[in-house]
Structures are given as structure tokens and as C-alpha cells.
């Protein structure tokens, strides 16, 4: 119990520096959210408080690795942000650490084109 609470305090912790250099930015949002079943990312215009391009593991029909199926989904993100006029953004990663799964998502993102 006690292990759990110094990990939710390191994780709170590093959320608060992340939205502390995302916040202040004038750029849009690509917030990336990641589960045990899959990966979602979605580019946010704070000033409206709107959605504009998501994209979902789901949409996906690849089978493979974790890791692979976030890459695709970066891809994916940033075709649709391309399509939407949208060139630079920056990474709200929340909590997460920048690895795995979510630094595949990131590097696939760039690749496609996205500007962070």
C-alpha cells in the first residue's frame, strides 16, 4: 500500500511538469492516453475546448506487438492531422513515461509529419 502511494505521488508529480510546459504553449494538443487493451490520441484546441482529429487502436487491423500497433496509430494521427491543416502541435504525454509504447506513438507521429 504504501509502494502505491509513493508511485501515484511520482506519477502526480510528473503530470504536473508535463501540464505545466503543455499549458503554456500556444500550440495545439496531441494528448496521447494509453490503457492495457489499446492506445488513443487526439489533437486538442485548448481555446475552443474541442476535439479536432482522433485516432483509436481500434480503427487499426493489424495484429502484432503493442508497440507496433502504436506507431500505427502516430501514422494515423498524423495523416489525419495533415488532412485537417494541422502541422505542429505539442506532446501531452500526461503521466506517462516517455517510452515504449508512447515513444513509438511520438516517433511514428513525427515521421508522418507532425511538428512537435
Known sequence: MKHQKALNKVKEARARRVSSVVRSAKHRRLAVFRSNRGMYAQVIDDSKGTTLVAAVSTEIKTK??????????????????????????????????????VKALA???RKGGLKF
Do not use: P
Not at 502504436?70 to 501531452?92: H, N, P, Q, R, S
Open 64 to 101: 502484432g506487438k503493442k508497440t507496433d500497433i502504436a506507431a500505427a496509430v502516430g501514422e494515423l494521427i498524423a495523416k489525419k492531422a495533415l488532412a485537417a491543416g494541422i502541422t505542429e502541435v505539442v506532446f501531452d504525454r500526461r503521466s506517462y513515461r516517455y517510452h515504449g509504447r
Open 107 to 109: 516517433d511514428a507521429a
